[in-house]
């Protein structure tokens, strides 16, 4: 098993005991309630009807459920991509739960390997989801996939994790992070700059971050930077 391989398990193992064991807006996890980036990002849209969202890496729907629940009764769709079969399989029963399952369109799918439309999308967004991606030249694939895909007016907002590093709580060790990209967090600012260069910048903030999970049974503690970038298509 390579490096990639053992990151994707890992990583599987980690979303799979969440999703099964924790309820969307439901205290005590990172599910408990939607980026509130991402909602507000959401109103500055500028066309009220026949709206098509994208998110990718969607998790259990912790930001699209919300947002098709907005989308209600005006023809809109929140499309939804993620690579687990868990989070495609909760998320589907958490849509019928909400009321919204007309309004989502679920894709169990690599990000890399999903097919963005050209000028299909008035908003696309990505949580803590594009890190994982499997190599830096995926990477900024995905990055000119999304440009294509988004029409005049519209709106993306990318929520990175860079500067990653985790760390043995037992001991002090630092490990090795389960992350695909280990990205700089000057330098991933830097690239953004450059793919968004024409773009009307809406939000660029860096925050720490840091979060206790357990890797082989052990707690660690997981530090990064939390690079928001949000911009709209001129």
Not at 42 to 60: M, T, Y
Not at 79 to 106: F, M, N, P, T
Request: some cysteine.
């Amino acid at each position: 098993m390579n490096r990639l391989q053992r990151i994707r398990a890992y990583e599987k193992e980690y979303h799979d005991d969440c999703y099964e064991n924790r309820i969307l807006f439901e205290s005590g996890s990172w599910l408990e309630k939607p980026v509130r980036t991402v909602l507000d990002l959401f109103e500055q849209l500028e066309r009220p009807n026949g709206l098509r969202l994208l998110d990718l890496g969607c998790g259990v729907g912790r930001n699209s459920i919300p947002l098709a629940s907005r989308l209600s009764g005006t023809g809109g769709k929140v499309v939804c991509v993620d690579l687990l079969e868990s989070a495609i399989r909760h998320l589907e029963k958490y849509g019928r739960e909400h009321g919204v399952e007309e309004e989502l369109e679920l894709h169990r799918c690599d990000i890399a390997a999903f097919r963005i439309e050209p000028d299909r999308y008035d908003y696309i967004f990505s949580v803590s989801s594009l890190e994982h991606l499997d190599s830096m030249d995926s990477f900024v694939k995905v990055l000119g996939a999304m440009a294509a895909g988004t029409r005049t007016g519209g709106i993306h907002c990318l929520i990175v994790n860079a500067g990653v590093k985790e760390v043995c709580l037992a001991t002090g060790e630092e490990l090795d992070p389960k992350f695909e990209l280990m990205l700089d967090t000057e330098e991933l600012g830097s690239l953004l700059a450059e793919k968004y260069r024409g773009w009307e910048l809406l939000r660029h903030a860096v925050k720490p971050y840091e979060l206790e999970i357990q890797r082989d049974g052990e707690p660690v503690s997981l530090r990064s930077d939390v690079v928001t970038w949000a911009a709209r298509k001129k």
